[in-house]
């Protein structure tokens, strides 16, 4: 299995095209040989959980069943001859499942992967459909959680991304290595407790947390590939 992000980003006038896009692939992905899985997405602005959305900015993650299968939509698809016709800019990032833990619309979409032994850069995921009574306990940590995590040692990147405004949201980030991860998320203090909370107040009615070990990436987004010379595929 490999899995794969796509952030594509259109100019300001093609925004109606890519809101398009969201409907329009969704059918080809239905029928592209090899994925297994797939969430088109919009953006946050800031790289966490967002409640002002990058109408610019649109993602696709998927699963596939081999490189090979994703080679093919990449070099042959619609999808792909889209993206390089009318976006600015795309950042396309694989990986392999190290751990995954939850569901996702009720599918586990990277398996039961339980690898421990890995030592590396590490992508994680994290994804969640939160409760309607919870959202205002959900949005008012949000910008510190953001915070936090974008000043944390051993933070690479991330991007916000989402189904749906407000209550379907993740984020893909990617960080040095596991332990970087663990110190942010378990002894980050502030977000220590948020986890805490996400819990005892019932925050999610369906989460899933995954582990990724990056494979290779290419590509710019806002003029830049977000890994260049901070990490060695």
């Known amino acids: 299995m ?10 300001k006038a093609f925004i109606p095209l890519a809101l398009l896009a969201m409907a329009l ?19 946050g602005r800031n790289g966490s959980f967002d409640l002002k959305p990058d109408w610019q900015q649109w993602g696709l993650l998927a699963t596939w069943n081999s490189r090979a299968d994703f080679d093919n939509f990449h070099q042959r698809s619609f999808i792909a001859g889209w ?17 995954s833990h939850g569901t996702w619309d009720g599918d586990m979409p990277f398996g039961k992967p339980d690898v421990k032994s890995y030592a590396g850069p590490v992508a994680v995921l994290t994804r969640a459909t939160i409760n309607l009574n919870r959202l205002k306990n ?10 936090v995590m974008a000043s944390s040692e051993g933070y690479i990147t991330s991007v916000g991304i989402g189904e749906a405004p407000v209550f379907r949201q993740a984020t893909f980030s990617v960080w040095e290595s596991l332990d970087h991860v663990k110190a942010f998320a378990y002894k980050g203090g502030e977000h220590a407790d948020i986890i805490k909370k996400t819990r005892s107040e019932n925050w999610y009615s369906e989460e899933l947390f995954a582990r990724f070990k990056p494979v290779t990436a290419w590509g710019t987004l806002h003029g830049a590939d977000p890994l260049q010379g901070k990490i060695k595929f």
């Open 2 to 11: 490999i899995v794969s992000l796509t952030i594509v980003r259109y100019r």
């Open 25 to 43: 692939h969704r059918l080809l992905l239905m029928l592209q040989k090899g994925c297994t899985f797939w969430k088109l997405m919009g953006c």
């Open 83 to 99: 993206w390089r016709k009318l976006t600015t800019e795309s950042w396309t990032l694989l990986a392999e499942p190290l751990q």
């Open 138 to 147: 959900f949005w008012s940590h949000v910008d510190a959680a953001a915070r």
